[in-house]
Antibody, heavy 115, light 113 residues
Framework: EVQLVESGGGLVQPGGSLRLSCAASGFTFSGRWMTWVRQAPGKGLEWVAN????????YYLDSVKGRFTISRDNAKNSLYLQMNSLTVEDTAVYYC????????WGQGTLVIVSS | DVVLTQSPLSLPVTLGQPASISCTSS???????????LSWFHQRPGQSPRRLIYRISNRDSGVPDRFSGSGSGIDFTLKISRVEAEDVGIYYCMQGSHWPPWTFGQGTKVEIK
């Protein structure tokens, strides 16, 4: 069974940092692009970043470029999102998804940026 | 960036009746490999999204055949042949033909009358 489990969310002050993790199982992680998508409270879906199978190619939403870093550890079947210089606009549920087409999704982890 | 515009934004439906959601792109979605990367997702209240349809009309594994996707160019449609209670929630289209960024429509909320 394909499974994606996000963790690392929480409450952080503006300007702070968080590192999200996504543990993958049930598929060949090293053979898949992986994606982060977020959803602000009561809002729609917003693509954030994705990373190629081997980590050699990464794309970012303009508003997070330079602040967020996507990475992966294929030996650990894990995806990460390092988030720095957080603002209130980054408050959202962050989903890890398999594939560039977001073929399957985790349950999400909530990030709240507030003073 | 490609903008996807869904309509309607709210869709009250009667159980057993058909429903249709439109997704219009700000530019054509044919990718350089000849494929059109337009997908549909369903998000039930309190749950994460689930992909239903990829490349316009291909149903994902386990998706009931009452769901169908169609369209070409800039106009795409998701149809539910007979709405069931479990179909309530928000439906999103997403394009993966012109990136970055990959973009979603604003969502269509389906509820039972």
């Amino acid at each position: 069974e394909v499974q994606l489990v996000e963790s690392g969310g929480g409450l952080v002050q503006p300007g702070g940092s968080l590192r999200l993790s996504c543990a993958a199982s049930g598929f060949t992680f090293s053979g898949r692009w992986m994606t982060w998508v977020r959803q602000a409270p009561g809002k729609g879906l917003e693509w954030v970043a994705n990373i190629k199978h081997d980590g050699s190619v990464k794309y970012y939403l303009d508003s997070v470029k330079g602040r967020f870093t996507i990475s992966r550890d294929n030996a650990k079947n894990s995806l990460y999102l390092q988030m720095n210089s957080l603002t209130v606009e980054d408050t959202a549920v962050y989903y890890c998804a398999g594939g560039r087409g977001t073929d399957f999704w985790g349950q999400g982890t909530l990030v709240i940026v507030s003073s | 960036d490609v903008v996807l515009t869904q309509s309607p934004l709210s869709l009250p439906v009667t159980l057993g009746q058909p429903a249709s959601i439109s997704c219009t792109s700000s530019q054509g979605l044919v990718y350089s490999d000849g494929n059109t990367y337009l997908s549909w997702f369903h998000q039930r209240p309190g749950q994460s999204p689930r992909r239903l349809i990829y490349r316009i009309s291909n149903r994902d594994s386990g998706v009931p055949d009452r769901f169908s996707g169609s369209g070409s160019g800039i106009d795409f449609t998701l149809k539910i042949s007979r709405v069931e209670a479990e179909d309530v929630g928000i439906y999103y289209c997403m394009q993966g033909s012109h990136w970055p960024p990959w973009t979603f429509g604003q969502g269509t909320k389906v509820e039972i009358k």
